[in-house]
């Protein structure tokens, strides 16, 4: 599998400290996601669902084991190559939007492409080319507390994926819209998965948005207890 | 949009507060920059004083008269390259309250003495040939409205004549200016000859003695050799350097650089606190915010950069405009203050030193909310976020 694997996982282990306490979150955890794989993470609350996301996004290190990216490793890089290879390689888009209030909604997109060399002109057609992927260029002045939930949702899709990532974290996206504007959301998602060969593994605790992924894997106490393939 | 367009958003994005603070920034700014402009105008003589220059006084005060005689002697001390002498006339113009300086001195020596006296020759020849002739400076010729040519008739409120007049003729001989902006040119001067022979009273006696030493490096050397030759006359000497003699005649204002430097200190204490206060909250209230563009790819030290140039940004807009305001009401309190202080300019050093200050300002008040965004971790931001 190491050879296909997008990003793997070799016998990651990670706690957390809270005063003299140890939390054990994964222990010897082995987990490889090939190119263009689009899964969802299922789990109870405290089964390290999230954590999973920040140690495959590279937000957060493994106590122990080791993490590759395209068979080199990520989680012995320094802080600012780290950064470096989100900005490249990953796309975030969290339950709550997390758009900057001040920023219209292109704006808000091309915030990745700052920490590009492109010029201005390249970085506003590419934002033009995310927001039209995402289905919202007509808001593209539109501040964030001028949209919908869903708006706003597209808009930071927009900006996940405005730098070309091959790989998408979503942490629980649709968990903070109502039914419809959720499934447009997963059939935004989706598309990018089909059309575009982004790999895509979103956290939900939603069975009807797990659907919308190519596999679905139940996370319980740091270890993956059932896998389904969704037809 | 640049990182520049983004700290930009970033300052405005609670307008009412950011208006606060740079108004706050612009009033200690302001401040700031009159009041230094009225210290270096106290100052001026202080700082244009000839390092080589030793003014020579009377023990007992300044106001006391020397014998003329102590020019010859003090001319003789070893060290001694040049020596000049005036007396204080205590002129005014039409009215006891337009007072201003003037002062009887021995012309040649006097402009050899002060060379940041500008003088245009045919003038300098004119003055020096004539026995009533006077040196006008630039300042106080606009203030009265006096030409070359003019005759002035100068009232004393010390000197009178030997006919009961206190009222001198003097024709002004040549207008002087500055070797800079700062060089006063408020006073005027006239030959000490025509004083000493035609007044009343103390004949024969001078104000005081300004010494020009071979080398500064001697100046402590002559000054101990000039007072220990007049310790045991009846006129004791108190030789210090000119720079010094008028520090002391500024001391007689009471401290104003201490005055000054508590209120600027205090405002910018003050001011220090205020922006200071709305950095760490606007900072702390964003903590969601810098964990996703850390999360985004932005390294740490963009983001502290980040915070930092929004801390410069508060401070230029509300610097630049308090340093140009301070300029304008420094120019506009010229006129009014020609009297008390003609040297009263809003200099290029007042403004380095407020450009200096707006940095000092930015690093200061930005450092701790930059460093605190700097080490913020990740996934803890992102939860409070």
């Known amino acids: ?100 209030p001040m ?74 819209l109502d039914r419809e504007s959720a499934n447009e959301i997963l059939t935004v998602l989706q598309q990018l998965n089909r059309d575009f060969g982004k790999t895509i593994v979103m956290v939900t605790h939603d069975p009807e948005a797990a659907k919308y992924a190519k596999r679905i894997l139940h996370l319980d106490k740091g270890r993956f207890v059932e896998a389904e393939l969704v037809s | 949009m640049t990182s520049a367009g983004l700290m930009w958003k970033n300052v405005w994005r609670r307008k009412l507060r950011a208006i606060l603070t740079i108004v706050s920034i612009l009033i200690a700014f ?22 080589d220059r030793l003014v020579v006084v009377s023990k007992v005060n300044f106001t006391v008269s020397l014998p003329y005689a102590y020019v010859n002697k003090i001319a003789a001390v070893d060290g001694v390259k040049r020596v000049t002498f005036a007396t204080w006339f205590g002129a005014y113009w039409q009215e006891p309250r337009n007072q201003f300086a003037a002062f009887a001195v021995d012309p040649e020596s006097w402009l050899e003495t002060y060379p940041e006296m500008i003088v245009d020759p045919d ?65 005027l001067v006239f030959h000490h000859d025509y004083l000493n022979e035609a007044r009343s009273f103390a004949r024969d006696t001078v104000g005081w003695i300004v010494v020009t030493t071979s080398s500064h490096e001697r100046n402590d050397e002559v000054a101990r050799a000039i007072d220990t030759m007049f310790y045991n006359s009846a006129r004791q000497t108190k030789t210090d350097t000119e720079k010094a003699f008028s520090a002391a005649f500024i001391k007689q204002f009471g401290n104003i650089g201490l005055i000054i430097t508590s209120v600027v200190g205090a405002a910018f204490f003050t001011i220090l606190v205020i922006t200071g206060t709305t950095m760490a909250l606007a900072i702390r209230e964003r903590t969601g915010e810098i964990a996703v563009l850390k999360t985004i790819g932005f390294t740490g030290r963009r983001v502290f950069a980040l915070v930092l140039g929004e801390s410069l940004f508060l401070a230029l807009l509300g610097g630049i405009p308090g340093l140009l305001f301070a300029s304008g009401l420094v120019t506009a309190m010229r006129a009014a203050l020609a009297g008390l202080l003609p040297t009263m300019v809003f200099s290029e050093r007042t403004l380095l030193e407020g450009l200096v200050l707006i940095l000092a300002l930015a690093f200061v008040t930005g450092i701790v909310p930059a460093a605190n965004a700097l080490r913020l971790n990740i996934t803890a931001g992102l939860a409070r976020g």
Do not use: C
Request: proline share 4%.
């Open chain 2, 123 to 187: 003038d300098r020849a004119r003055f020096l040939a004539n026995r009533t002739g006077a040196l006008v400076g630039a300042n106080l010729a606009k203030r009265f409205g006096w030409k070359k040519g003019d005759r002035i008739p100068l009232p004393s409120t010390i000197w009178s004549r030997k006919d009961g007049s206190k009222v001198w003729e003097l024709t002004v001989e040549g207008i002087f200016t500055g070797a800079d902006a700062q060089t006063d040119t408020s006073y």
């Open chain 1, 1 to 100: 599998m190491s050879e296909k694997a997008l990003i793997e996982l070799r016998h990651v282990s990670k706690s957390y400290r809270k005063g003299k306490i140890v939390i054990p979150i994964f222990e010897d955890l082995d987990f490889a996601i090939a190119p263009g794989e689009f899964i969802a993470v299922m789990g109870p609350s405290g089964s390290g669902k999230t954590t999973l996301l920040n140690l495959l996004g590279g937000v957060d290190r493994p106590t122990g084991g080791e993490i590759l990216f395209e068979d080199a490793r990520i989680d012995n890089l320094s802080e600012s190559r780290l950064a470096a290879w989100r900005a490249r390689n990953v796309g975030f888009i969290f339950q709550f939007y997390n758009l900057l």
């Open chain 1, 103 to 176: 920023l219209n909604a292109a704006r808000n997109v091309e915030l990745p492409l700052l920490l590009t060399r492109l010029s201005r002109r390249k970085r506003r057609e590419n934002v033009a080319t995310a927001l039209e992927i995402v289905g919202i260029a007509d808001r593209a002045g539109h501040y964030p507390s001028e949209m919908s939930g869903g708006q706003q949702q597209r808009v930071a899709i927009a900006r996940a994926i405005v730098s070309d990532p091959k790989m998408l974290l979503a942490d629980e996206p649709t968990g903070d």
């Open chain 2, 30 to 51: 302001l401040i700031f920059g009159v009041l230094r402009s009225f210290d270096q105008a106290l100052h001026a003589g202080v700082d244009l004083a000839a390092a």
